[in-house]
C-alpha cells in the first residue's frame, strides 16, 4: 500500500471514529488525533479493544500539509466539509449540531471558571482537568461536567471526600437525577500515575483531550506518564506543557494540619467507611491509587463498531 493510499485509510478511520459520535473535525483535529493505521492496530489490541503490547514503536509523523493534500485529492469522494468541519460524506447535519452543542457548553464554561478555581484552595488536590462531553465539545442540553481529580498520592480518599463535600455545599455535585450542569467526579488518581486499566481507543481520546484547570504540571505529568499508549493510537498527538503554579497559602495550612498522625488516621478512617459502599462493575476501577466510576460507559459498543463494522 502506498504512502498515500495508508493516509487516506488513516483519515477515513479518523472520520469514522468521531463520526460514531456525531463529531466533525476541523483540520488541525484531524491532523493532531490522526489515528494509527487500523490493521496494525489490530496486532496490538484484544478483542475488547484494549492494547496488549508493550512494543511502543510509532508510526512516522504526518505533516497538517500533507492530510490537507490527502483530503483535496485522495477523499474528494469520501469526505466534505460543511461550515469548516470535515466528516464523511453525506453528514454534513453533524456540522450544524457541533455548532448548536457550544451554545450548551457556554454557560457550563461560566460555571467552571465559577467553581473549580477554588479546588486550589483545598488540602491534597493536586491536579484537575476538564474530561467528558464537555472537553470533547459534545456537551448537550442535560449534560454534566466530568473532572478527573489528582490527589496527593498519600490522601486519594480524604482528598477525594473533600472535594465531594465542596461541590456538595455548593450544591453542583451530581448525584441522583441531578445531572444536568452539576460536576460528575468519577475519576481520581493518587499522583500521577501511569494506568494499567482501561487502555483503548477511546479512552485514550479522553485523556488526549483533557483540558488542565487546576494544577496544570500535574496533568501534564499525567499524560506524559501515559504517552507511550496513548500515542499507539495517536501519533501525532502531544501532552500539555508542564507548567507550575504555587500552593496557596490557605492549602499549605490546612495540609500542616492534615498531614500528619490525624490526617493518616482519617485517610485510613474514610477508606474502610467508603470501600464497601462502592458498587462493583463493569468500567468501575476501585484500586490503591485509583477510583474510576464509568458504569454506563457506551465505549465498547463504540470500539466494536469502529473496529469490526
Given at each position: 500500500?502506498?504512502?498515500?493510499?495508508?493516509?487516506?485509510?488513516?483519515?477515513?478511520?479518523?472520520l469514522k471514529f468521531f463520526d460514531l459520535q456525531d463529531y466533525p473535525l476541523t483540520l488541525l483535529e484531524l491532523h493532531k488525533y490522526l489515528i494509527a493505521d487500523v490493521e496494525f492496530l489490530k496486532q496490538k489490541i484484544d478483542t475488547q479493544g484494549e492494547i496488549i503490547t508493550?512494543?511502543?514503536?510509532q508510526e512516522p509523523e504526518v505533516s497538517i500539509f500533507e492530510v490537507?493534500?490527502?483530503l483535496d485529492v485522495k477523499c474528494a469522494k469520501e469526505v466534505q466539509n460543511?461550515?469548516?468541519f470535515y466528516h464523511l460524506a453525506g453528514r454534513g447535519a453533524i456540522a450544524q449540531t457541533r455548532l448548536t452543542n457550544y451554545f450548551f457548553g457556554i454557560k457550563r464554561?461560566?460555571?467552571?471558571?465559577k467553581y473549580v478555581g477554588g479546588l486550589r484552595r483545598l488540602p491534597f488536590i493536586r491536579g484537575v482537568a476538564?474530561?467528558?462531553?464537555?472537553?470533547?465539545?459534545?456537551?448537550k442540553r442535560g449534560s454534566d461536567i466530568d473532572l478527573l481529580i489528582i490527589t496527593d498520592s498519600r490522601f486519594l480518599w480524604l482528598g477525594r471526600t473533600i472535594a465531594t463535600l465542596y461541590f456538595q455545599v455548593l450544591g453542583k455535585r451530581r448525584y441522583g437525577e441531578k445531572i444536568a450542569d452539576r460536576f460528575c467526579l468519577n475519576h481520581y488518581l493518587a499522583g500521577p500515575k501511569a494506568l494499567g486499566n482501561i487502555k483503548n481507543l477511546y479512552s485514550a481520546m479522553e485523556y488526549a483531550r483533557l483540558r488542565p484547570l487546576v494544577g496544570q504540571g500535574v496533568v501534564a505529568n499525567f499524560q506524559k506518564n501515559n504517552l507511550g499508549w496513548i500515542r499507539q493510537f495517536?501519533?501525532?498527538?502531544?501532552?500539555?506543557?508542564?507548567?507550575?503554579e504555587n500552593f496557596l497559602?490557605?492549602?499549605?495550612?490546612?495540609?500542616?494540619?492534615?498531614?500528619g498522625r490525624f490526617g493518616l488516621w482519617l485517610e485510613s478512617k474514610l477508606k474502610s467507611w467508603q470501600l464497601p459502599r462502592i458498587k462493583k462493575g463493569k468500567f468501575i476501577i476501585v484500586e490503591e491509587d485509583e477510583l474510576s466510576f464509568h458504569p454506563d460507559s457506551k465505549q465498547q459498543l463504540l470500539l466494536q463498531k469502529f473496529f469490526y463494522e
Open positions: 500500500m502506498t504512502q498515500q493510499l495508508m493516509l487516506k485509510e488513516r483519515i477515513l478511520s479518523t508493550r512494543d511502543y514503536t490537507l493534500k490527502c460543511t461550515l469548516g464554561e461560566k460555571l467552571i471558571k476538564l474530561g467528558g462531553s464537555q472537553a470533547m465539545g459534545l456537551s495517536f501519533p501525532q498527538w502531544r501532552s500539555v506543557p508542564a507548567l507550575l497559602a490557605v492549602q499549605k495550612f490546612l495540609e500542616k494540619i492534615l498531614s
